[in-house]
């Protein structure tokens, strides 16, 4: 996944910037549980920004034609479609029911139509979210640049629960369950760092995938045969200095390809 820089977007054709956003200061009151355990509001100056984003809005326009379309079908046929089928466009059909257990759609006297105006009242909204930060002295594109980098923060706990393996912990051990933990958080750092390297042209998961699967099986003798190779694999190659596009390995040559691996770039 490539993160799009949203401060240097323009709109197609034009020099226009594709972003915009507001601010303003504005006192708000958070509920907060004392040393008594009892819960006081207490007022805390925030700063509340709105961003406009052109190329978000095409996106959310897009999704939501998509779930008209579907919607329409819906309406056409209802009894074709599960609660679960009709995920998402739910929003936009009205008098349809659907049965909380089976999810399937209920045989009522009530016709199901679109709502256009809640079509319309999403449509208002499009390319527009808020922000609020406490940290009222931070210039706003530095909150805002901040909030758009949460996305690689969620992305790496994704990558260490599905493809590093985080969980589930099978040790019980508090020294090894840290050490578990420790192996997981070097490699998705080596990744991270891989990733870099590479210009992040490849998604780390897929760098992942093509790097367990470049593997070497035994043929006869002292001879091994690459059974895999692909772009990414070409890429790390070029990138670290390593020679990883040999059909054939020799013990020694994959000892030497380990050293070479090892070796500070």
């Given amino acids: 996944m490539k993160q799009t820089d949203a401060w240097a977007e323009k709109e197609e054709n034009q020099d226009t910037p594709a972003f915009f956003m507001k601010s303003r200061p504005y006192p708000q009151k958070f509920w907060v549980t004392h040393e008594d355990d009892k819960k006081r509001q207490i007022p805390l100056d925030v700063k509340q920004i709105i961003c406009y984003n052109?190329?978000?809005?095409?996106r959310q326009k897009h999704k939501r034609a998509m779930a008209i379309e579907k919607a329409q079908k819906i309406v056409a046929h209802p009894s074709r479609y599960t609660k679960t089928d009709a995920k998402g466009a739910l929003r936009y059909i009205k008098n349809i029911d659907y049965d909380p257990e089976t999810g399937e759609c209920l045989n009522t006297k009530q016709i199901p139509y679109l709502d256009m105006e809640k079509i319309a009242e999403d449509e208002k909204y499009d390319g527009y979210y808020a922000i609020i930060t406490s940290?009222?002295?931070m210039p706003d594109?530095?909150?805002?640049?901040?909030?758009?980098?949460?996305?690689?923060?969620?992305?790496?706990?994704?990558?260490t629960k599905n493809d590093l393996n985080t969980r589930p912990i099978n040790v019980t051990l508090e020294n090894r369950i840290k050490a578990h933990f420790l192996t997981c958080f070097i490699a998705l750092l080596i990744l991270r760092l891989l990733s870099k390297?590479?210009?992040?042209?490849?998604?780390?998961?897929?760098i992942i995938q093509s790097l367990r699967s470049y593997?070497?099986?035994?043929i006869k003798d002292n001879v091994f045969r690459v059974a895999y190779y692909?772009?990414?694999?070409?890429?790390v190659a070029t990138a670290l200095s390593l020679t990883l596009n040999r059909?054939?390995?020799t013990v020694g040559s994959i000892r030497q390809l380990v050293a070479d691996s090892k070796k500070e770039f």
């Fill in 215 to 218: 593997q070497a099986c035994y």
């Fill in 141 to 159: 594109s530095e909150v805002v640049k901040t909030y758009h980098g949460l996305w690689e923060i969620e992305h790496s706990f994704r990558i």
């Fill in 135 to 137: 940290e009222i002295k």
């Fill in 247 to 249: 059909r054939f390995l």
């Fill in 197 to 206: 390297r590479l210009g992040e042209e490849h998604a780390p998961e897929q």
């Fill in 54 to 58: 052109e190329l978000y809005a095409r």
């Fill in 230 to 235: 692909d772009p990414i694999i070409r890429d």
